[in-house]
C-alpha cells in the first residue's frame, strides 16, 4: 500500500496567479499520475510524472499551465499556472505501485475567484 | 485508447435493498484491471472492488461483487444490503495491466444515495 499526503487542503486564489500542489508518497515509487476533477465531473489525467525525466501530458493540458516537478521519487509538485476560474478544481495525485490498485492524496480543492 | 461509460447519473435506493449500478468499456487492450472506486463527501478515493481481466471468476468483497462479462466489456458492481455509509459517488476505471505511463480512466460517475 501506499500512503500520500498532498497540500494544501484547499485554496482560493486571485486570477491570474499561481499555486503548487504539492505530494509526499510513504514509499518510493516510479510514476506518480496527477488528475483534475472539475465541479460534478470525473477525474481525468493530467499528466504522469517520472523521477528523473519530462512529465508526460495527456491531450489537452501542457507544460505552461501544468507544470510539474519530480525531483525524487517520493515526492512531486503540480503547479497550476496563471489561473483563471474555469481551473476551479479538485486536483488529485496518485500513485499505482503495482497497477492493482491505485491510491490517492486526499485532494487539492482549488477555487479562483 | 481506452473509454469508460456509466449511464446511471444517480441512484437512489432505501436501505438494505440491492443496488446494481452499470459500467462499459472499450479497448483493444487483453490484460488489465477494472476498479470501482467511492469518492465520499471527504473527496478521499476509496477503492471498492478490482477485477482482473484474465481471470474469469467475478471478484467479491463481502456486500459488493461483480458481472465482468469480458467479451461484453461489461463491469457492473452489485451492492448487497445497502448501508446508509454506501452514499457516494462510484466511478468505473481502467488500468492497462503493463505497459507505458498510463494511469486511471474513469467512467463519470454514478451518484448513489441510501435513504434511511
Known amino acids: 500500500s501506499a500512503v500520500i499526503s498532498q497540500k494544501p487542503s484547499r485554496d482560493i486564489c486571485q486570477r491570474g496567479t499561481s499555486l503548487t500542489i504539492q505530494c509526499q508518497v510513504d514509499s518510493q515509487v516510479t510514476m506518480m499520475f496527477w488528475y483534475r476533477q472539475q465541479p460534478g465531473q470525473s477525474l481525468t489525467l493530467i499528466a504522469t510524472a517520472n523521477q528523473g525525466s519530462e512529465a508526460t501530458y495527456e491531450s489537452g493540458f501542457v507544460i505552461d499551465k501544468f507544470p510539474i516537478s519530480r525531483p525524487n521519487l517520493t515526492f512531486s509538485t503540480l503547479t497550476v499556472s496563471n489561473m483563471s476560474p474555469e481551473d476551479s478544481s479538485i486536483y488529485l495525485c496518485s500513485v499505482a505501485p503495482t497497477r492493482a490498485e491505485a491510491f490517492f492524496g486526499q485532494g487539492t480543492r482549488l477555487t479562483v475567484v | 485508447a481506452q473509454t469508460v461509460t456509466q449511464s446511471q447519473p444517480e441512484m437512489s435506493v432505501q436501505e438494505a435493498e440491492t443496488v446494481t449500478l452499470s459500467c462499459t468499456y472499450d479497448t483493444s487492450e487483453n490484460n488489465y484491471y477494472l476498479f470501482w472506486y467511492k469518492q465520499p463527501p471527504s473527496r478521499q478515493m476509496i477503492l471498492v472492488i478490482r477485477?482482473?481481466?484474465?481471470?474469469?471468476q467475478n471478484a467479491t468483497e463481502n456486500r459488493f461483487s461483480v458481472n465482468f462479462q469480458k467479451a461484453a466489456k461489461s463491469f457492473s458492481l452489485k451492492i448487497s444490503d445497502s448501508q446508509l455509509g454506501d452514499t457516494a459517488m462510484y466511478f468505473c476505471?481502467?488500468?492497462?495491466?503493463?505497459?507505458?505511463?498510463?494511469?486511471?480512466?474513469f467512467g463519470k460517475g454514478t451518484h448513489l444515495i441510501i435513504q434511511p
Open positions: 477485477q482482473e481481466a484474465y481471470k474469469q
Open positions: 476505471a481502467f488500468m492497462k495491466r503493463s505497459g507505458g505511463a498510463d494511469g486511471l480512466t
